[in-house]
T-cell receptor, first 114, second 115 residues
Framework: GDSVTQMEGPVTLSEEAFLTINCTYTATGYPSLFWYVQYPGEGLQLLLKATKADDKGSNKGFEATYRKETTSFHLEKGSVQVSDSAVYFCALTHLSGNTGKLIFGQGTTLQVKP | DGGITQSPKYLFRKEGQNVTLSCEQNLNHDAMYWYRQDPGQGLRLIYYSQIVNDFQKGDIAEGYSVSREKKESFPLTVTSAQKNPTAFYLC??????????????FGPGTRLTVL
């Protein structure tokens, strides 16, 4: 079945460092891909999305490019801040029948130190 | 402000008791979802509903029940049959739920602890 694999955390960085969180997926067809962020004790917020191959999603300095040839959707940010500390989830939408189901990776915790 | 509200934020229950978690949205979305999150894990789908008076089981529906009597409301009941109910429960909604490009928007969650 469809699945999403993220790099294990926690990822610990100093402020202003470059961030990459790897995400690869297994899916039939052409899923849509998402990154969600979860701050401590809160629900998930959509960070960015891409719906077709070579699309780049971007928001708040974060970027991810839908790479069909490598089945990847890696999250990047050029300069992280302490306020970026959170758990990041990669996900894909799989059409099951006529329903779009979100399938999540296990999440990657990012800790940014001043 | 449009959004999804869940109440309560924290909930405690004794073993053997049923408990109902509330989820309300004013986004005029047709589709609503319930997920369960356990520490260090991704989210798992419990139930979803694409339209009023209709809902479908997700991947881990055993021990849970739902209703969808109104478009804006999708309450989840955790029954005594759920063997390990302590978890963080998240409600979400999307415009239609039938398109692969649909985005799901999440509420703030309810943390349920069984004592």
């Amino acid at each position: 079945g469809d699945s999403v694999t993220q790099m294990e955390g926690p990822v610990t960085l100093s402020e202003e460092a470059f961030l990459t969180i790897n995400c690869t997926y297994t899916a039939t067809g052409y899923p849509s891909l998402f990154w969600y962020v979860q701050y401590p004790g809160e629900g998930l917020q959509l960070l960015l999305k891409a719906t077709k191959a070579d699309d780049k999603g971007s928001n708040k300095g974060f970027e991810a490019t839908y790479r069909k040839e490598t089945t990847s959707f890696h999250l990047e940010k050029g300069s992280v801040q302490v306020s970026d500390s959170a758990v990041y989830f990669c996900a894909l939408t799989h059409l099951s029948g006529n329903t779009g189901k979100l399938i999540f990776g296990q999440g990657t915790t990012l800790q940014v130190k001043p | 402000d449009g959004g999804i509200t869940q109440s309560p934020k924290y909930l405690f229950r004794k073993e053997g008791q049923n408990v109902t978690l509330s989820c309300e949205q004013n986004l005029n979305h047709d589709a609503m979802y319930w997920y369960r999150q356990d520490p260090g894990q991704g989210l798992r789908l419990i139930y979803y509903s694409q339209i009023v008076n209709d809902f479908q089981k997700g991947d881990i529906a055993e021990g849970y029940s739902v209703s969808r009597e109104k478009k804006e409301s999708f309450p989840l009941t955790v029954t005594s049959a759920q063997k390990n109910p302590t978890a963080f429960y998240l409600c979400a909604s999307s415009i239609e739920g039938t398109f692969q490009t649909d985005t799901q928007y999440f509420g703030p969650g309810t943390r349920l602890t069984v004592l």
